[in-house]
Structure formats: C-alpha cells, structure tokens
C-alpha cells in the first residue's frame, strides 16, 4: 500500500511570500488532515477534511493560511503571506475514517523555512 | 478533549525493556488511547492503540488499568533504532474527533 505522499519535501521562502504544500493521502481514505510541527513541539492540528468539507479548521490562522482538498482526493496547503513564524514542518495525514480508533497515516512533511 | 502528561526524556540501553507511563486523568467513558512514534526527519508513525485491559502486537503492548486514568506503552527489548520520540494520545471513539499531540518523550536509547 503506497503511503500518503507530500512534496515538496523542502522550501525556503522570503517573509511575505506565498508557498504551496501538495498532499496525496492513502487510497480510500475519507479523512485528510494538516499539521504544523515546530521544532521540539507535538504537531498541531490545522485543518481536517471528510471526504471534501472541512470537519475541523478551528485552529487554522485563515488570515493568511488556506487548504481545499478538491474531489475529496488530494489537498493543498497555502500561506500567504508568510511570517516568520510559520517556519515548521507541515505534516499531512489520512485515515479511513475521522474516528479516533482509526490511525493516521503521516507523510514526511515539508519543512518550511522562512528567511 | 482529555489530556495527557508524560515524561519528557527517558534514557535506556539496547536490550532493556522501556516502559513509558502516559497519564490521562479526565479520560471519557467514549475515549480510546493511542500511541505514536516519531523518528527524525519523519512523520510519526501508528504504534499502538487501546480502550481497556491489556492489548499486545508485534512492536509493542499497551497496558491500561481499570481505572484507565493512566497507560503504559511497553517496548520490549529496544535497540538503537528505537531511539524516537513517542506521543500518547487520546480521543473520542465517535464521531470526527480531533486527537491532539503534547511534546511527547523523547526516547534515547544507547549500546
């Protein structure tokens, strides 16, 4: 079973540019889920999607971050503008369902610096 | 949403057993307990997951007493490769249920 794939694998940017995260989840899973991952802390949850709606964006910064997971398939990231404070690692995840009893399957991330 | 508390650093050697105990002292009757590994540089990784009493597979056992206040995740044997930090987490069995992560124990494991 191929596993959830994320690109790029890393990125640099400037503050106040933009930046993109693509995700591709796990065959048949309904959930996808974004996470942001400062170093040395647990990731954070963003955003989780069902299927194509958003089940979970509460702690999701939408002034300037944005996601859409079109056809309830593949899902991208977006920030803009950048801070410097969004330099993390964005974690993408899936599982079959949004129930707690079913894992999440990680991908390796971006790592995301801002200069 | 429970939450948890877990020691932030624990040592051991290869071939020791690793026992790290995860306290979840408003757990909810819905609530079930999961555990997650963590290498560098990757994404973490399911290990384990329990509601009561004893569950054992092929990397690990988690132990939950009655009370379910607390767990343990076991690794038997661990070698250098089981160096990684390791989350405990709990969430609602219903329902789209938000699990969330602390900072989890960093596990370091020497020759």
């Known amino acids: 079973e191929a596993g959830v794939a994320q690109s790029p694998r890393y990125k640099i940017i400037e503050k106040r540019q933009s930046v993109a995260f693509w995700c591709n989840p796990i065959s048949g899973h309904a959930t996808l889920y974004w996470y942001q991952q400062i170093l040395g802390q647990g990731p954070k949850l963003l955003i989780q999607?069902?299927?194509?709606?958003?089940?979970?964006d509460s702690q999701l910064p939408k002034d300037r971050f944005s996601a859409e997971r079109l056809k309830g398939v593949d899902s991208t990231l977006k920030i803009q503008p950048a801070k410097l404070e969004d330099s993390a690692v964005y974690l993408c995840?899936?599982?079959?369902?949004?129930?707690?009893?079913?894992?999440?399957?990680f991908g390796d991330g971006t790592r995301l610096s801002i200069l | 949403l429970a939450k948890t508390t877990q020691p932030i650093s624990m040592d051991s050697y290869e071939g020791q057993e690793v026992n790290i105990t995860c306290s979840h002292n408003?757990?909810?009757?819905?609530?079930?307990i999961t555990w997650y590994q963590q290498f560098p540089s990757q994404g973490p990784r399911f290990i384990i997951q329990g509601y009561k009493t004893k569950v054992t597979n092929e990397v690990a056992s988690l132990f939950i007493p009655a009370d379910r206040k607390s767990s343990t995740l076991s690794l038997p044997r661990v070698s250098l490769s089981d160096t990684a930090v390791y989350y405990c987490l709990v969430g609602d069995i219903g329902g789209y249920s938000t699990l969330t992560f602390g900072k989890g124990t960093m596990l370091l494991v020497s020759p």
């Open positions: 999607f069902q299927n194509n709606g958003v089940v979970d």
């Open positions: 408003n757990i909810a009757t819905n609530d079930y």
């Open positions: 995840a899936s599982s079959l369902s949004g129930s707690s009893n079913q894992p999440q399957h």
